[in-house]
């Protein structure tokens, strides 16, 4: 029997509306460097052109001390150069919810967090007819005036060696894994010496949820890293042009990293 639902869809026309995402990278950001913004543009561009979401915005969530990462300098710090690079952004703004808390959180605990709190405030905000107050929690949301009431979705923005480290035995519980990768979503950039298409291909519980994780192909390689520019900064070679001015200054000023300025 064939049942008519009276829709007509055209060739270029899906049942549902784009889900709305937000992107979250978790991170040590120690420093932030141009790497770390870059990601999202081209995250962005990606799930655009694949068609079935609309990124409304990013978030940085600078990972809180206990993580004991070595060369892991304060969150006061790592904060302040956030917001630092992210001064003039329009649509990626810092998280130090994670540095606020008592200890380390894990990841899926941050993702959720952000997810909640932000259709929370989405909520209000059409309840109280889009003029409440919380449209300054929002306003970093270049479009958030428009259909306010699709759920918002956050996934996880990492290099393939965040993904990688999902292999590390006892790093991370399967049952996040199946919360991050299936419920949410990952979002995965490639780096050098990094084949997260073959890390996923390894996996039985990545391949499951294989269409649950993008792999963006990052053709305008660079190799930025945090420890590099740490290292350079050490040994009083110039890492301008690697990280924002803003932030290179805040380093010298503060002396981070062994710097002496250049
Ligand atoms: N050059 C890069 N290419 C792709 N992903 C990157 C790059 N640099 C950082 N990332 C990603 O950014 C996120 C935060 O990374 P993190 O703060 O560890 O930076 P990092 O440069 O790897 O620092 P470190 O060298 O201290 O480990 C991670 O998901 C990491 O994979
Ligand atoms: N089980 C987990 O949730 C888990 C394990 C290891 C790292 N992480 C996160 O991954 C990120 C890794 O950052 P780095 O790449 O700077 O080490 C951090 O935000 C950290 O909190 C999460
Ligand atoms: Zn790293």
Request: with cysteine; proline share 4%.
């Amino acid at each position: 029997m064939k049942i008519s639902t009276g829709i007509v869809l055209s060739s270029n026309m899906s049942p549902h509306p784009p889900t709305r995402v937000v992107l979250l990278s978790c991170g040590s950001f120690n420093p932030i460097t141009h790497m770390h913004l870059r990601m999202f543009e081209i995250a962005k561009d990606y799930l655009h052109k694949m068609g079935n979401c609309t990124v409304i915005g990013g978030i940085i969530s600078p990972v809180h001390d206990g993580y004991g990462k070595n060369e892991l300098i304060s969150s006061t710090h790592r904060v302040e150069m956030v917001k630092l690079a992210l001064q003039n952004h329009d649509w990626v703004k810092l998280s130090d919810w994670e540095c606020r808390q008592e200890s380390w959180s894990k990841t899926k605990q941050v993702i959720q967090y952000h997810q909640n709190h932000l259709n929370a405030l989405f909520n209000q905000y059409c309840e109280n007819d889009q003029c409440d107050v919380n449209e300054n929690e929002l306003k970093w949301i270049p479009d958030v005036k428009s259909d306010t009431r699709t759920p918002i979705k956050v996934k996880l923005l990492c290099g393939a060696d965040l993904l990688e480290s999902f292999g590390t035995p006892g790093l991370w519980a399967d049952e996040d894994l199946e919360e991050i990768v299936g419920r949410q979503g990952l979002v995965v950039v490639t780096r050098m010496n990094s084949n997260p298409s073959e890390f996923v291909y390894n996996s039985d519980l990545l391949t499951k949820y294989m269409g649950n994780i993008a792999i963006i192909t990052e053709w305008i390689t660079n190799e930025i890293s945090s420890t590099k520019i740490r290292r350079a900064l050490r040994r009083s070679e110039s890492v301008r042009y690697l990280l924002p001015d803003k932030v290179l200054e805040y380093i010298y000023k503060n002396c981070l990293y062994g710097s002496q300025r250049t």
